[in-house]
């Protein structure tokens, strides 16, 4: 569940990217680095983010691919944490859970072709995935 969003310029000021707050309900796939707990709070950064500026004017940078999770949503997150710099996870994609139906988070054929599944089918389907 997706608590929290604020979006920052880049360290490099070469972008802007979006740190969120999430909530844990479920654990799917355990992570071979750190064993997380349900309810626990975690962050993870996307590229992208609507940014206002001192006039009050908003603008939205993203990739034109990759949608924005929303607060106060449900998702199956799909998160790496490669950088070791960064503590955040990266959120690769994620599916949106609602009505007992997913919707690909992302603009890719790859993603989409899942839309309209119901959950349960959706997670039977991740859990039983090869890793």
Do not use: C
């Not at 054929?109 to 997670?123: Q, T, Y």
């Amino acid at each position: 569940e997706i608590i929290d969003s604020k979006a920052s310029l880049s360290n490099d000021k070469s972008g802007i990217y979006s740190e969120y707050t999430v909530r844990i309900l479920t654990i799917l796939k355990e992570d071979s680095q750190k064993k997380w707990q349900t309810n626990e709070l975690i962050k993870m950064d996307r590229a992208g983010g609507v940014v206002q500026y001192s006039s009050g004017q908003k603008v939205l940078y993203m990739n034109s691919w990759q949608e924005l999770p929303e607060v106060n949503a449900r998702y199956v997150l799909f998160l790496n944490n490669e950088n070791a710099k960064n503590p955040n996870y990266k959120l690769l994609t994620a599916y949106r859970l609602e009505n007992n139906r997913v919707t690909a988070l992302d603009n890719h054929p790859d993603f989409r072709e899942l839309n309209g599944k119901s959950e349960k089918e959706f997670i039977s389907l991740v859990v039983d995935k090869k890793q």
